[in-house]
């Protein structure tokens, strides 16, 4: 079964930090760029991040930039975002999403994602 599995998420107080990991499971994102999305109470679900099938070059929305960061391990199947000084605004729902990179390019997106998993809450306490 080909998925994406989201975890990490949890209760953590403004200022604090989280890690979320983004592991595939049947299909190896070797191939693959990921995109980190969210999804707060009543909002449209938005780019979070996202990173390059080679990794060289990742993305950042402007909610987020020089608080987050992104990275993957080809290794572990896996891709990870950093999150650190994290306000009440960030919470929502975090979902991880995929999509198959034929020629690898210097660049990511936010749009035509193949997989997606089924997200993880993150809630920031004032």
């Known amino acids: 079964q080909l998925q994406l599995v989201e975890s990490g998420g949890g209760l953590v107080q403004s200022g604090g930090s989280l890690r979320l990991s983004c592991a595939a499971s049947?299909?190896?994102?070797?191939?693959?760029?990921v995109g980190w999305f969210r999804q707060a109470p009543g909002k449209e679900r938005e780019g979070v991040s996202c990173?390059?099938?080679?990794?060289?070059?990742?993305k950042f929305a402007d909610s987020v930039k020089g608080r987050f960061t992104i990275s993957r391990d080809n290794a572990k199947n896996a891709v990870y975002l950093q999150m650190n000084s994290l306000k009440p605004e960030d919470t929502a729902v975090y979902y991880c999403?995929?999509?198959?990179?034929?020629?690898?390019?210097?660049?990511?997106?936010?749009?035509?994602?193949?997989?997606w998993g089924k997200g993880t809450l993150v809630t920031v306490s004032s």
């Open positions: 999403a995929a999509y198959r990179v034929a020629i690898p390019t210097n660049s990511c997106r936010w749009w035509g994602m193949d997989y």
């Open positions: 049947g299909f190896s994102l070797d191939y693959y760029a």
């Open positions: 990173i390059s099938r080679s990794g060289s070059s990742t």
